[in-house]
């Protein structure tokens, strides 16, 4: 028995660039900022208040919520989102099932 893999790449298919560097780049910051958040700042405990701080989570979020935006404009994307709404995808215990599944808390 050999596994094989289902998909093959297009010849055509190309790198999504702008998708990966709005994910990559996004997380990154977002998480540097948190990190530097822990340090103190000035006479603060910590440094939430630190312009830099503030500055890399605001990149962050702005570059994470560009990421859908940029993945439904281009012709390859990194990640399909339409994939989302599809029903495949969804779980299938809907919410709020879960405590009334045997063996769960009431």
């Known amino acids: 028995m050999k596994l094989r893999e289902p998909a093959y790449r297009r010849s055509s298919q ?6 990966n560097l709005s994910f990559i780049g996004g997380l990154t910051i ?6 530097y958040a822990l340090l103190p700042y000035g006479s603060d405990a910590m440094g939430w208040r630190d312009p ?8 962050g ?3 994470l919520v560009a990421f859908p935006i940029i993945e439904t404009r281009v012709e390859d ?19 709020g ?10």
Do not use: C, E, N, Q
């Open 14 to 19: 190309k790198i999504d660039i702008w998708g």
């Open 30 to 35: 977002f998480l540097i900022g948190i990190t």
């Open 52 to 59: 830099f701080v503030i500055t890399a989570l605001f990149v």
């Open 61 to 63: 979020i702005l570059l």
């Open 77 to 95: 994307p990194m990640f399909r989102m339409d994939l989302l709404g599809s029903g495949t995808s969804r779980s299938g215990m809907p919410p």
């Open 97 to 106: 099932s879960y405590r009334h599944s045997p063996g769960a808390a009431s």
